[in-house]
C-alpha cells in the first residue's frame, strides 16, 4: 500500500520559518517527480516546488529565494524549508510523487502565518 505522510505544520508569526516533511512508502521513491503544492482560502491547488528524477527544480515565482525543496531518495522522504514566511503563505500544503504511470497526494498539512 502506498502511503505518503506528511508533518511539519502548524501556525508561525510573519518572517518566521517552517520546515515540512513528507516519507513516503510502498513505492520506489527514486523513479518519481516529487512536489509540494498549495490551496489556499478559495484558492485552487498551485505548485509550491518540484524536484525531478535526475534533479531539475522549479519554483513558483512567489517564493523564489524563501523555499527550498529537497528530496532524500535513501530515505524515501522530500521536504520544503519555508523562510521569510508572508501571510499570503498560508494555505494547505500537498506533497505529490508522479511517474508516467501514476500519481499520489499527501493529505495535506496546515500552514498558517498569522500575528
Known amino acids: 500500500q502506498v502511503q505518503l505522510v506528511e508533518s511539519g505544520g502548524g501556525l508561525v508569526q510573519p518572517g518566521g520559518s517552517l520546515r515540512l516533511s513528507c516519507a513516503a512508502s510502498?513505492?520506489?521513491?527514486?523513479?518519481?517527480?516529487v512536489g509540494w503544492y498549495r490551496q489556499g482560502p478559495g484558492k485552487q491547488r498551485d505548485m509550491v516546488a518540484t524536484?525531478?528524477?535526475?534533479?531539475?527544480?522549479i519554483y513558483t515565482d512567489s517564493v523564489k529565494g524563501r523555499f527550498t525543496i529537497s528530496r532524500d531518495n535513501a530515505k524515501n522522504t522530500v521536504s520544503l524549508q519555508m523562510n521569510s514566511l508572508k501571510p499570503e503563505d498560508t494555505a494547505v500544503y500537498y506533497c505529490?510523487?508522479?511517474?508516467?504511470?501514476?500519481?499520489?497526494w499527501g493529505q495535506g498539512t496546515q500552514v498558517t502565518v498569522s500575528s
Open positions: 510502498g513505492i520506489f521513491f527514486h523513479i518519481y517527480s
Open positions: 524536484i525531478t528524477q535526475g534533479g531539475t527544480i
Open positions: 505529490n510523487l508522479k511517474n508516467p504511470l501514476y500519481e499520489y
